[in-house]
């Protein structure tokens, strides 16, 4: 490998935040993301764990400094241990300066302590409520209790754990004093997430469950002094502070058009095509380069380079007319949330 020049694409933004999704399976059925019975790809269309590797290694090569795993449910990928151990050498060696993930919690009981031990230091956990009757509807086949006890290894391990939580009308509003204090008294961030029209997945009317982070906000001032805090990640997360808890609370608006020009970071789907934009359908092949050339990285970098070389300025996501404008043919699972 010789280039080194940092990933810059053509509106001077250096890519340096990798999200990579390993698995397109998952072990719950969230009705906002994926239908009951999804077809999932052919294990050949995957990358190997090795190819994941060889693919991860090569941005931070090219300057990703911090590289978040997601899915689908990264932990059910049988072997993902390996991959994050894998990882770890980069976090050793100071190349990386953070590897986390994104994840339902399901498995953590199981693999927090390994992923503490690989050099994890917090997780994004997806928790929509705290109601056993409406966590196994919303997620079809989760089971509270269990994503529960992850939480608990988690902490234990000494992960830090951070909530996000899909804000749906009608579903969690009313529970948003209880997911609060329960995320207070556990020292743990929350951040609330707009729903977006993800993909087709039959009848559920996401307009319906649209609730505006607008509405979250007003309903925190009304028990909570709210400062505006200027944090900013190159994401499309803000935040404010409830200055009676000290709580950080982070407000995910990905369909507004707020965050393109800090925007860091491109996504890379668990069959190798990188997306350079989550409201956009550029995107690229990587695994092409990955396996015609098993052993020269060279190619990869070349793809990967010409890929930013291609980033848009920003998306088309519109809410505002109530119709669902800019709409993706892809789910959130493919592309990695
Ligand atoms: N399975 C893991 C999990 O649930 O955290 C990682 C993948 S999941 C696709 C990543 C995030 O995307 C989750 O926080 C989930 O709530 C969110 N998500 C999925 N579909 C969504 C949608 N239509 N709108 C907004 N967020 C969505
Ligand atoms: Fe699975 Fe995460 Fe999608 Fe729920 S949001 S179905 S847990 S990938």
Redesign the pocket.
């Known amino acids: 490998m010789s280039d080194t020049a940092p990933l810059i694409d053509p509106f001077q933004r250096a890519i340096s935040y990798l999200r990579v999704s390993v698995t397109d399976r998952?072990?719950?059925?969230?009705v906002?993301?994926?239908s009951e019975n999804m077809t999932f790809l052919p294990k050949k269309e995957l990358l190997t764990l090795e190819e994941l590797d060889r693919l991860c290694s090569t941005f931070i090569h090219l300057g990703v400094k911090k590289l978040r795993i997601t899915?689908?449910?990264p932990l059910v990928r049988r072997g993902i241990m390996t991959f994050f151990e894998g990882m770890g050498r980069h976090l050793e060696s100071g190349a990386l300066d953070e590897l986390t993930l994104t994840t339902?919690g399901s498995q953590l009981e199981r693999f927090a302590d390994d992923l503490y031990a690989t050099g994890v230091r917090r997780v994004n956990l997806?928790l929509d409520t705290l109601d056993e009757q409406k966590f196994a509807d919303i997620?079809r086949w989760?089971r509270l209790p269990q994503v529960l006890r992850g939480v608990d290894a988690a902490q234990k391990a000494g992960l830090r754990v951070k909530i996000n939580a899909v804000a749906l009308k009608g579903f969690n509003e009313d529970e948003l004093p209880r997911i609060t204090e329960w995320c207070a008294e556990r020292d743990m961030d929350l951040t609330w997430i707009e729903v977006m029209p993800m993909g087709d997945i039959g009848n559920e009317d996401r307009l319906d469950q649209y609730w505006s982070l607008k509405d979250v906000r007003a309903r925190y001032a009304e028990n909570y002094t709210v400062t505006d805090l200027a944090e900013r990640t190159g994401g499309p997360a803000r935040y404010v502070r409830l200055e009676e808890t000290g709580q950080k609370i982070g407000f995910i608006t990905p369909l507004s058009h707020n965050f393109c020009e800090s925007c860091n970071r491109v996504r890379v789907t668990c069959t190798g095509e990188i997306f350079m934009c989550l409201g956009q359908e550029d995107r690229a092949d990587l695994r092409g380069a990955l396996r015609a050339h098993p052993t020269d990285d060279a190619p990869l970098e070349e793809a990967i380079r010409g890929a930013i070389a291609l980033k848009p300025k920003g998306h088309d996501f519109d809410y505002s007319r109530q119709r669902l404008d800019g709409q993706m043919t892809r789910h959130?699972?493919h592309t990695g949330?």
């Open positions: 998952c072990d719950f059925r969230c906002y993301c994926m899915g689908g449910e339902n997806s997620t989760g959130m699972s949330g």
